[in-house]
């Protein structure tokens, strides 16, 4: 083993105490620009080894052993053992407002990612560090072995290869605005957020990673005001709720369980929508998710203090009312303003061997709804209607959404068919509205288009209007069937299914 090394970080966290380790185990230590200055001035010995920008190719012509290899002030250098190397931050860079394309050559650092694809291609016979925390494991290793074994050495050459192809992801990301992720070769690199308690159940690791070099929006721009840790399905509670919230020109409370809407309701006041979106699914709602598309006022966290939700998503909170959430145990209170959408936003489903990719559904209506019966829905039919079918959206399929007034009434969602969803969101509404005086017409939203069965087990429960995609083979007979009860039916013309 030559005791070499060579060491060019742009991330000077413990390269000091790293090359002083070195140098305490005789090792001789080459070093470049600002890295050279940095050793210079804490005293340590190290030769300087000078290169035109953008390619060092005397240190390259060193790591492929051919010799001799001379730097451009006359530095005659080795064959290195120890590489450290890491790379310009770029994602910090073009993940910011004033950022412009026209900058980005200026950031690209094409010396440190070649001196580090070098060594890390010689795993065998050179330890690759791209990353500080690894600084003292090696050091340790090398003092009391003397060496690392070739395990190791291969670990820390895929960090180099991960910590390289996470860089050219970012960049390629950004040059595309995530446009080419339907293309025939897609690269992604995400940057853990956080970590989670745990995943879906107790016993699953999990953690929470953003696109790298993304500007933050959505959940990972979001300010956790207070309360305990996040777990997997808290996060997705959260996704729901909120992007189904955002929805509603109008001020609602939407309330999620499980990655499905419980109840939503957008009443005269906030904390009324609360209590109407509560009511919608009692049981439903215990240990769920809130959200808000409005600052949320003091009452409506006096009523959320005396519920068992376990978060609350909002674009903000008036002083008293935070003060409340804060004070009520176990209460996780976020803050997060409405993200801007991206036509390049996508849906990805991870499956055996690979990845679904798909754009999202941003879309409610691919046109204005048509009303395909000889009675058109009234205001307030039309009203419901519309706040059901954004509910139903969000739900898995197959799903329906009851509604009456500004709120859902009962929400059936995952089931494996659209006539089992309606006899179980009617079983499901059918106590409430015997206990419950009615607020007006009842109305129904579907996730897909209904077969002549289904729509007469809806009618048969009482529903006055209905909303569905169309497009089925019974659609001519389901009109017939709505006009003979005197019911209103509309087209949306698009489905909805989520899995």
Same mark, same amino acid.
């Given at each position: 083993m030559d005791k070499t090394a060579y060491l060019s970080v742009y991330d000077k966290t413990g390269v000091e105490?790293?090359?002083?380790?070195?140098?305490?185990?005789?090792?001789?230590?080459?070093?470049?620009?600002?890295?050279?200055? @940095?050793?210079?001035?804490?005293?340590?010995?190290?030769? =300087?080894?000078?290169?035109?920008p953008p390619v060092p190719y005397a240190v390259l012509k060193a790591m492929s052993r051919r010799f001799p290899a001379l730097s451009e002030n006359g530095v005659e250098l080795p064959y290195f053992y120890v590489v450290a190397a890491n790379l310009y931050p770029i994602a910090s860079? !073009?993940?910011?407002?004033?950022?412009?394309?026209?900058?980005?050559?200026?950031?690209?650092?094409?010396?440190?990612?070649?001196?580090?694809? +070098?060594?890390?291609?010689?795993? /065998?016979?050179?330890?690759? @560090?791209?990353?500080? !925390?690894?600084?003292?494991?090696?050091?340790? +290793?090398?003092? =009391?072995?003397?060496?690392? =074994?070739?395990e190791l050495k291969r670990q820390l050459a895929a960090r180099a290869w991960q910590h390289l192809a996470a860089y050219d992801a970012t960049v390629a990301q950004y040059l595309s605005e995530t446009g080419n992720l339907?293309?025939?070769?897609?690269? $992604?690199?995400?940057?853990?957020?956080?970590?989670?308690?745990?995943?879906?159940?107790?016993?699953?690791?999990?953690?929470?990673?953003?696109?790298?070099g993304a500007r933050p929006r959505g959940l990972n721009a979001a300010s956790v005001l207070s309360g305990p840790g996040f777990n997997l399905n808290h996060y997705l509670?959260?996704?729901?709720?909120?992007?189904?919230?955002?929805?509603?020109? /109008?001020g609602v409370c939407v309330i999620s369980k499980h990655d499905r809407p419980a109840g939503v309701c957008a009443a005269g006041t906030q904390a009324e929508s609360l209590r109407g979106a509560l009511k919608s699914d009692?049981?439903?709602?215990?240990?769920?998710?809130?959200?808000?598309?409005?600052?949320?006022?003091?009452?409506?966290?006096?009523?959320?203090?005396?519920?068992?939700? =376990?978060?609350?998503?909002?674009?903000?909170?008036?002083?008293?009312?935070?003060k409340i959430l804060r004070a009520k145990e176990g209460l996780r209170v976020l803050s997060l303003s409405a993200p801007v959408l991206s036509p390049y936003e996508v849906e990805l489903h991870s !499956?055996?061997?690979?990845?679904?990719?798909?754009?999202?559904?941003?879309?409610?209506?691919?046109?204005?709804?048509?009303?395909?019966?000889?009675?058109?829905?009234?205001?307030?039919?039309?009203?419901?209607?519309?706040?059901?079918?954004?509910?139903?959206?969000?739900?898995?399929?197959?799903? !329906?959404?009851l509604a009456e007034g500004r709120g859902t009434l009962a929400i059936s969602a995952s089931e494996s068919s659209t006539y089992d969803a309606v006899r179980s969101a009617l079983w499901k509404m059918r106590d409430k509205r015997a206990i419950l005086p009615?607020?007006?017409?009842?109305? $129904?939203?579907?996730?897909?288009? @209904?077969?002549?069965?289904?729509?007469?087990?809806?009618?048969?429960?009482?529903?006055?209007?209905?909303?569905?995609p169309g497009g089925w083979q019974d659609d001519e007979d389901c009109v017939r069937l709505c006009d003979s009860r005197n019911a209103a039916m509309l087209f949306s013309g698009i489905r909805h299914f989520r899995h």
């Amino acid at each position: 083993m030559d005791k070499t090394a060579y060491l060019s970080v742009y991330d000077k966290t413990g390269v000091e105490d790293f090359a002083r380790g070195l140098e305490g185990l005789g090792f001789e230590i080459y070093a470049s620009g600002s890295t050279y200055k @940095l050793l210079a001035e804490a005293g340590i010995d190290a030769e =300087e080894v000078r290169y035109s920008p953008p390619v060092p190719y005397a240190v390259l012509k060193a790591m492929s052993r051919r010799f001799p290899a001379l730097s451009e002030n006359g530095v005659e250098l080795p064959y290195f053992y120890v590489v450290a190397a890491n790379l310009y931050p770029i994602a910090s860079i !073009v993940g910011q407002e004033e950022f412009a394309l026209q900058e980005l050559t200026n950031y690209l650092d094409q010396a440190n990612s070649a001196v580090l694809r +070098a060594a890390a291609r010689d795993f /065998e016979s050179v330890i690759t @560090l791209s990353s500080p !925390v690894d600084y003292g494991p090696v050091l340790r +290793a090398l003092k =009391e072995a003397g060496g690392l =074994e070739p395990e190791l050495k291969r670990q820390l050459a895929a960090r180099a290869w991960q910590h390289l192809a996470a860089y050219d992801a970012t960049v390629a990301q950004y040059l595309s605005e995530t446009g080419n992720l339907l293309g025939d070769e897609v690269v $992604m690199s995400l940057k853990k957020v956080s970590d989670l308690e745990y995943g879906e159940n107790r016993h699953q690791k999990a953690a929470f990673y953003a696109l790298s070099g993304a500007r933050p929006r959505g959940l990972n721009a979001a300010s956790v005001l207070s309360g305990p840790g996040f777990n997997l399905n808290h996060y997705l509670d959260l996704d729901t709720a909120f992007e189904l919230a955002l929805e509603f020109e /109008e001020g609602v409370c939407v309330i999620s369980k499980h990655d499905r809407p419980a109840g939503v309701c957008a009443a005269g006041t906030q904390a009324e929508s609360l209590r109407g979106a509560l009511k919608s699914d009692p049981a439903g709602a215990v240990g769920g998710t809130a959200a808000f598309n409005r600052q949320v006022e003091t009452e409506t966290a006096a009523v959320l203090s005396g519920t068992f939700i =376990e978060s609350v998503v909002a674009p903000g909170y008036g002083p008293e009312a935070l003060k409340i959430l804060r004070a009520k145990e176990g209460l996780r209170v976020l803050s997060l303003s409405a993200p801007v959408l991206s036509p390049y936003e996508v849906e990805l489903h991870s !499956v055996s061997g690979g990845v679904l990719i798909e754009s999202k559904d941003n879309r409610l209506f691919s046109a204005e709804p048509a009303c395909v019966t000889r009675r058109k829905p009234t205001e307030a039919e039309t009203r419901s209607l519309l706040l059901a079918l954004k509910t139903v959206k969000y739900a898995k399929t197959y799903a !329906v959404a009851l509604a009456e007034g500004r709120g859902t009434l009962a929400i059936s969602a995952s089931e494996s068919s659209t006539y089992d969803a309606v006899r179980s969101a009617l079983w499901k509404m059918r106590d409430k509205r015997a206990i419950l005086p009615g607020q007006g017409p009842l109305v $129904m939203a579907a996730d897909a288009a @209904l077969p002549l069965k289904t729509l007469q087990a809806a009618l048969s429960g009482g529903i006055s209007a209905v909303i569905q995609p169309g497009g089925w083979q019974d659609d001519e007979d389901c009109v017939r069937l709505c006009d003979s009860r005197n019911a209103a039916m509309l087209f949306s013309g698009i489905r909805h299914f989520r899995h």
